[in-house]
Structures are given as structure tokens and as C-alpha cells.
């Protein structure tokens, strides 16, 4: 499946790449390669996955390629979501030799990283199957990454919460504290938003919740809870608003995420996702092409 070099990349994806090879080449370029690998050199190589792994980010990843070497061919060997055994081949790089030296390592350590996130996110995934609930990720996010971090989630069988600052309300306790408390916080933010701008807002108890869903919430974030107390404010709020939703947040880890599912919460947002997914262990095996 060969990616394209036109059209993949938005333009934070593309500066973020440019970037990423000044760091490593800073202008000078990789003189190890320049003063052993003759220029001429055409190679091949393969990047195979030490571990298990759930694959996602190779488009940009193909994107650090082309921006070493327009030339060079990238072919991925699986989709995005996809599963590989440790030993599998997730794509298959042509060119010039020196050209997929220079891009080896950052090309690696954006596959291994939002190959991890993938990885992360399928384990919680998986760890609330068949409960209702969805886990969905937060803003803490890698600068520059959050687009492809949440696409990562996405692929995993996770969810996405909001992008940015721009794209949902969600009154958290500083708002509360500059904003007059829950009531007047959510009565303010549901005067301004369009019909179509959700409004949540974190409370940290029943009586908290209370309030939110009178004053109009769409959603609230139950904060720092423990299973009993979600429990219990989960049969609260269906009991005065059954429309409103409810979301989990705080503390959240694979050990304890189905236990909070369980609750009957319909959303459980956890930064272990994105901030929390450690890199996988990927490597880029060349074979010289002496034809």
C-alpha cells in the first residue's frame, strides 16, 4: 500500500516534520553516511515491529521520508488500527541509502510513538468491552501531536474528548473559582454557546452534581471519585436528567478502568492514553540493493 507524498500531512503535521530533522540534521546533514555510503548507493529496508503492536502515524512517518528525499518510496504493509506480531513488517522503505539514514530515527521515533499510543489505547479499549462505556482521551497531548495522538485513539477503539479550547466547553474547578461556582458557571456558558456546543462542567461530589444538572449541564465530569460514590451519582442523575451524560476522570488506570466502567458512566477520560502510552520497539532492518 504505497503512501502518497502530496496531501497527507496538514500543516502543523508538516512544520512538526521540518522541525524534527532540524534538530537531528541541523543543517549539515548526517555526515556519517555523507563520508561511508557512497552517494550512489541504492538500499531497501523494512520496519518490523520487536513487540506486539497496534499500528498507527505511518503517513507521517512516511512524510519525514519524503521531506530527506522527494524520490524515495514508502509502502506500508498494514492499516491504521491494525494488529502485528512482534517480528511483522509494518512497512517497506526504497531509495538512496543515505537518504534513509538520514530519516531513520525520526522517522522511528514518531512510528514508535504513536504506535504506542495505539498499543495503549487498544489495552483500555478492551478493558471496558461490553460495559457501555467509552474511554476517550484528554488534552494532554505531545505539542504538535495531538492531532495524530487522537488519531491514534480513534484507531484503537477508543474515543476522542474535545480537540482544543475551541471546540467544547468544559468549566473545570479554576473556572468555578473565577466564575461564581457551578450554577452560575454553567447558566453563563449555556447563554453563549450555540445550540449545537456542548456544556460540561466538573463537580467533585453529589451535591456538586446537583447543581450542575439544574443548571443545565450537558455533561458532567465526575472528578476524583471512587467506584461507590460514581455508582451512587450515576442513579442520581438518571433519576433527574436520564439525558444528561456522565463522565469519569481522575486516577484512572488499566487496573481499575472496567471497575469504573461498571458504574454505568458513560464516558471515563484518562491522559494514560496519549501521555501515559510508552513507545514501542520498532526498528528499520536494511537489506543494500547491489542490482
Same mark, same amino acid.
Given at each position: 500500500? !504505497?503512501?502518497?507524498?502530496?496531501?497527507? #500531512?496538514?500543516?502543523?503535521?508538516?512544520?512538526?516534520?521540518? #522541525?524534527?530533522? *532540524?534538530?537531528?540534521?541541523?543543517?549539515?546533514?548526517?555526515?556519517?553516511?555523507?563520508?561511508?555510503?557512497?552517494? *550512489?548507493? *541504492?538500499?531497501?529496508?523494512?520496519?518490523?515491529?520487536?513487540?506486539?503492536?497496534?499500528?498507527?502515524?505511518?503517513?507521517?512517518?512516511?512524510?519525514?521520508? @519524503?521531506?530527506?528525499?522527494?524520490?524515495a518510496c514508502f509502502d506500508e504493509a498494514v492499516g491504521e488500527g491494525q494488529e502485528v506480531a512482534a517480528g511483522g513488517?509494518?512497512?517497506?522503505? &526504497?531509495?538512496?541509502?543515505?537518504?534513509?539514514?538520514?530519516?531513520?530515527?525520526?522517522?522511528?521515533? =514518531?512510528?514508535?510513538?504513536?504506535?504506542?499510543?495505539?498499543? *495503549?489505547? &487498544?489495552?483500555?479499549?478492551?478493558?471496558?468491552?461490553?460495559?457501555?462505556?467509552?474511554?476517550? %482521551?484528554?488534552?494532554?497531548?505531545?505539542?504538535?501531536?495531538?492531532?495524530?495522538?487522537?488519531?491514534?485513539? &480513534?484507531?484503537?477503539?477508543?474515543?476522542?474528548?474535545?480537540?482544543?479550547?475551541? %471546540?467544547?466547553? #468544559? =468549566? !473545570?474547578?479554576?473556572?468555578?473559582?473565577? $466564575?461564581? $461556582?457551578?450554577?452560575?458557571?454553567? &447558566?453563563?456558558?449555556?447563554?453563549?454557546?450555540? @445550540?449545537?456546543? !456542548?456544556?460540561?462542567?466538573?463537580?467533585?461530589?453529589?451535591?456538586? /452534581?446537583?447543581?450542575?444538572? $439544574?443548571?443545565?449541564? %450537558?455533561?458532567? /465530569?465526575?472528578?476524583?471519585?471512587?467506584?461507590?460514590?460514581?455508582?451512587?451519582?450515576?442513579?442520581?442523575?438518571?433519576?433527574?436528567?436520564?439525558?444528561? /451524560?456522565?463522565?469519569?476522570?481522575?486516577?484512572?488506570?488499566?487496573?481499575?478502568?472496567?471497575?469504573?466502567?461498571?458504574? $454505568?458512566?458513560? @464516558? =471515563?477520560?484518562?491522559?494514560?492514553?496519549?501521555?501515559?502510552?510508552?513507545?514501542?520497539?520498532?526498528?528499520?532492518? @536494511? =537489506?543494500?540493493?547491489?542490482?
Open positions: 500500500m !504505497k503512501t502518497e507524498r502530496v496531501d497527507i #500531512l496538514d500543516p502543523v503535521g508538516r512544520e512538526l516534520v521540518r #522541525l524534527a530533522l *532540524q534538530e537531528d540534521l541541523a543543517g549539515y546533514g548526517d555526515v556519517t553516511s555523507e563520508w561511508t555510503v557512497p552517494e *550512489q548507493a *541504492q538500499a531497501r529496508a523494512f520496519i518490523v515491529a520487536r513487540e506486539h503492536v497496534v499500528v498507527s502515524g505511518l503517513p507521517l512517518a512516511a512524510a519525514v521520508l @519524503f521531506e530527506v528525499d522527494p524520490e513488517v509494518l512497512a517497506e522503505v &526504497r531509495g538512496r541509502a543515505r537518504s534513509l539514514l538520514a530519516a531513520e530515527r525520526t522517522m522511528l521515533n =514518531i512510528a514508535r510513538h504513536l504506535c504506542g499510543v495505539a498499543t *495503549q489505547a &487498544r489495552r483500555f479499549a478492551r478493558a471496558v468491552e461490553d460495559t457501555g462505556a467509552v474511554v476517550v %482521551d484528554t488534552r494532554k497531548t505531545t505539542p504538535g501531536l495531538r492531532a495524530w495522538e487522537k488519531r491514534a485513539v &480513534r484507531a484503537a477503539g477508543c474515543g476522542n474528548h474535545r480537540f482544543g479550547l475551541f %471546540d467544547m466547553v #468544559l =468549566i !473545570k474547578d479554576n473556572h468555578l473559582v473565577a $466564575g461564581g $461556582g457551578i450554577g452560575a458557571a454553567v &447558566r453563563a456558558a449555556k447563554a453563549r454557546a450555540p @445550540f449545537s456546543m !456542548k456544556v460540561e462542567v466538573e463537580v467533585e461530589d453529589e451535591r456538586g /452534581l446537583r447543581e450542575a444538572i $439544574g443548571a443545565g449541564a %450537558d455533561i458532567v /465530569l465526575l472528578d476524583n471519585m471512587g467506584t461507590e460514590e460514581l455508582g451512587r451519582c450515576v442513579k442520581t442523575a438518571r433519576r433527574l436528567n436520564p439525558a444528561v /451524560l456522565l463522565e469519569a476522570s481522575g486516577r484512572v488506570t488499566l487496573e481499575n478502568v472496567g471497575a469504573i466502567a461498571r458504574t $454505568g458512566v458513560d @464516558f =471515563i477520560s484518562s491522559s494514560g492514553l496519549t501521555a501515559g502510552a510508552p513507545p514501542v520497539d520498532l526498528a528499520l532492518d @536494511f =537489506i543494500t540493493d547491489n542490482a
